[in-house]
């Protein structure tokens, strides 16, 4: 990617507050960040972590769909990387911030069906080795533990579609929101991380099942 500059950050203060404005561009182009209230799901730690000796920091917006988008930026404040679900890929309008998320919000979208397929197939995978392994198995055999990841997955699913009704519920409810947001907030952090580490088991123990 070139280094002009289309997306400019704060480097010391590369937080949610400094990405709300790119959520609410996302937003405009049909690519909704999951929201809690005046909140948006994303992850961003602020902490600086070197690639090929340059300084950087990562942020990750989580969307409606179940794919995330990753934004890295050096210590100038440009983002030099973008990844949609953990893989890289181009930006070409590079000179105009609107663009630029308009580009990426149409990957995403483009996406969107193929992630939901890929996820469905992991879990049709784990459900068919499940099936083969014979009744006299440790429950502790590799097709075992894949059942057991893709329910947790499914749990996680599930829990997260509870966090967000309760989420929108709270909202009718002024005088307790501030308290319940930052509660409702964690646990939908949690079930995303929880869900990024069942996919990777998931994929592990494909492998080891294949």
């Given amino acids: 990617m070139a280094r002009q500059t289309y997306i400019a950050f704060d480097f010391a203060n590369f937080t949610e507050q400094g990405l709300r404005k790119v959520a609410r561009e996302f937003e405009k182009n049909d690519a909704p960040v999951i929201k809690d209230g005046n909140e948006y799901s994303i992850t961003a730690t602020n902490k600086i972590s070197r690639i090929q000796g340059m300084p950087t920091k990562s942020a990750t917006l989580h969307f409606e769909d179940g794919q995330s988008v990753t934004l890295t ?120 991380t929880q869900k990024e580490a069942l996919l990777h088991r998931l994929e592990t123990l494909n492998e080891k099942a294949a």
């Fill in 73 to 192: 930026i050096n210590n100038e404040g440009s983002v030099f990387r973008v990844k949609l679900n953990n893989k890289t890929i181009p930006v070409f309008y590079v000179s105009s911030f609107s663009k630029s998320i308009a580009e990426i919000s149409d990957k995403l979208k483009a996406n969107s069906k193929k992630f939901a397929q890929a996820v469905k197939r992991k879990a049709a995978r784990a459900h068919d080795a499940d099936q083969k392994i014979p009744k006299h198995r440790s429950g502790n055999s590799i097709p075992a533990r894949l059942k057991a990841a893709t329910a947790e997955l499914e749990n996680a699913r599930a829990e997260l579609a509870e966090v967000q009704q309760q989420a929108q519920e709270q909202q009718e409810k002024a005088s307790q929101v501030s308290q319940r947001v930052n509660q409702i907030k964690q646990k939908i952090q949690q079930a995303f």
